[in-house]
C-alpha cells in the first residue's frame, strides 16, 4: 500500500474546512495524514480545532517578521521538515507570495466559496449575493501567482432564488465540506 501523502492545511479562522478535511483523513476516507496547520492569527478557533485532533500547530504572526518572504520562509522550513507533500489552504485570508509558491510548485490547493473565475477576493459571497446571481457555489484550484487563480480541480453551483444571505452561505459551507475532500483526494492520485 502506497503512503499517506503529508499534508499541511493553512487556516486564519474557524476551521470548518480543516475540521471537515482532517475528519475525512481520520476516518480513511482521504488519502491523507494531516501533519501541520499552519495560522496566522494566535486567537483563531482553528488552533483549537487543531490541538483537539492532535496536529502540530505552527501559529505565526506575519507582523513579526521583517519581510513577507521571511514569514513564509519559516513556514516552508518547518514544512520542509515535516515532509509535506502538498498543501491546502482552507480560509487563509493572506496571499500567498513566491517563496511558497516555488518551495511548493502546483502544490498548493485552495477552496473559494464562488464559482471563479467570478467574484474572486475575500468577500466572494457578499459580491454574489449583491450582484444578484442565481446560480452560487464553491471552487476548489490550484493557485498561482494571481488572487484566485490558476487551475480549476473542482467546482459544484447550486441554485438560488432567495433573499437570505446567510441561507446561501450555509449551502456555500455544506458544499464545502464534501466537496474539498473529493477533491484532494483526487488530487492524490496525481501526485
Sequence with gaps: ??????VAIFASGSGTN?????AQAEQGKLPVEV?????DKPQAYVIE????????????QPKSFATKADYEQTIVDALKEAEVDFICLA???RIVGDTLLNAFPQRIINIHPALLPSFKGAHAID?????GVKVFGVTVHLIDQT????IILAQRGFEYHGNNRDEVEEKIH??????YPEAVAEFCKNI
Excluded at 1 to 6: G, H, I, T, V
Excluded at 49 to 60: E, Q
Design 174 to 179: 455544506a458544499i464545502e465540506h464534501v466537496l
Design 127 to 131: 459580491d454574489a449575493f449583491n450582484f
Design 1 to 6: 500500500m502506497e503512503r499517506l501523502k503529508k
Design 147 to 150: 488572487v484566485d487563480g490558476g
Design 49 to 60: 480545532r487543531a490541538k483537539n485532533h492532535n496536529v502540530k500547530a505552527l501559529v505565526l
Design 91 to 93: 480560509g487563509y485570508m
Design 18 to 22: 480543516f475540521e471537515a478535511l482532517v
Design 35 to 39: 501533519v501541520m496547520m499552519v495560522c
